[in-house]
């Protein structure tokens, strides 16, 4: 979400318009700030339990802001609560952009939680919404679901712009990028891996990097430990230069997730010219109709499978991969293509 709302300030600059990014403070607000120069940021501190993330604070610097529309980015929490009030108690359009929040695999978890939220504050706010924003059709349907009625607009997510050149053949190497997270689906790429990697080229390698929970990178760690000669490497976080190193040298990213809501992962490797391996899950059915992406499922053996079909392609069909990828970056997820349908969308709201 933190790399969608980056990316959609600076499409809210090129509109001449003058976003106001409000948040809550956490351990790396500090290192992270730096990608919203230009912008006007306020931060809140959180107070309790952090999945709650109830900030005093944030009504008041809300409230102080100077808004002509307020989009809240993300549900269950808090700030939910702080964009309904604020909204109910001025003319100030509200848009709710849920990111993913609704799809049924995060609905499920922890389900008796989302049920507390709708009921204590979560349906008040999306009653009062002037509009959902969707990043896909599918979650359109989940929203549709969800909020019977609301007005919905698809919107995708904008890749950033292409910084690979065409044509340089790459290394063995397949990159997962991302959170270390259940839904991503790791232990079953994991496993997938280690029972075709003899069928793979000579020195092939799959990268991890990410950031997530102890228990899940302990997992990781012990998966290798258990297999001499994994060809799995573990690096870490990984974000800026790090980030635009692995994806220079990346043959295939791979995200065989349960549930997302439009990944940012995706667009970083088209636009590095990456094709990707992914599941239908990912909601980037365009992928697949244009030849930059590779269907793996989510299970062990359809990721396997995948992975083989993947490598048993010759550099002449990996450059028609890798075009396509840069296609669709360079095209319906430009910049300046999104830009042009949030414009339509916030001009209608206002």
């Not at 008041?60 to 529309?69: G, K, N, P, Y």
């Not at 999306?126 to 896909?136: C, G, R």
């Not at 000669?229 to 220079?248: C, H, M, N, R």
């Amino acid at each position: 979400m933190f790399e969608a709302v980056v990316t959609q300030a600076d499409i809210l600059r090129s509109l001449d318009a003058e976003p106001v990014v409000l948040g809550l403070r956490d351990s790396a607000s500090q290192d992270d700030v730096w990608r919203l120069k230009g912008c006007e940021v306020r931060l809140a501190d959180v107070r309790g339990p952090a999945a709650f993330g109830y900030a005093p604070q944030l009504p008041e610097l809300v409230r102080t802001a100077r808004l002509d529309l307020l989009h809240l980015n993300g549900i269950w929490q808090y700030p939910s609560r702080v964009a309904r009030k604020l909204a109910d108690h001025s003319s100030l359009p509200l848009v709710i952009s849920p990111h993913g929040m609704f799809d049924p695999w995060i609905t499920r978890r922890n389900a008796w939680k989302k049920h507390l939220g709708r009921w204590f504050w979560e349906r008040a706010a999306w009653k009062i919404a002037n509009a959902f924003h969707a990043l896909t059709h599918a979650e359109a349907a989940d929203i549709a679901n969800e909020a019977p009625g609301a007005k919905i607009g698809v919107v995708p997510n904008a890749a950033p712009p292409i910084t690979s050149a065409m044509g340089r053949e790459r290394p063995p190497m397949v990159l997962y990028l991302g959170r270390i997270h259940e839904k991503k689906n790791l232990s079953a790429l994991m496993e997938a891996w280690l029972s075709v990697r003899s069928d793979l080229p000579s020195g092939a390698s799959l990268t991890i990097a990410g950031w997530g929970d102890d228990e899940g990178i302990a997992a990781i760690e012990s998966a290798m430990k258990g297999n001499r000669d994994t060809g799995i490497e573990f690096v870490g976080t990984a974000f800026g230069s790090q980030k635009a190193a692995l994806l220079e040298i990346a043959r295939f990213l791979i995200l065989p997730s349960h549930s997302e809501g439009l990944p940012m992962a995706i667009l970083e490797a088209w636009a590095a010219r990456v094709p990707t391996i992914m599941s239908e899950h990912c909601h980037l059915p365009e992928g697949f109709t244009e030849g930059a992406a590779i269907d793996c499922g989510t299970s062990a053996g359809s990721i396997g499978a995948a992975l083989r079909q993947a490598f048993a392609l010759d550099h002449q069909e990996w450059q028609r991969m890798s075009d396509a990828a840069g296609g669709l970056a360079g095209g319906p997820f430009s910049q300046q293509s999104v830009a042009e349908r949030w414009e339509e969308f916030y001009s209608a709201l206002l």
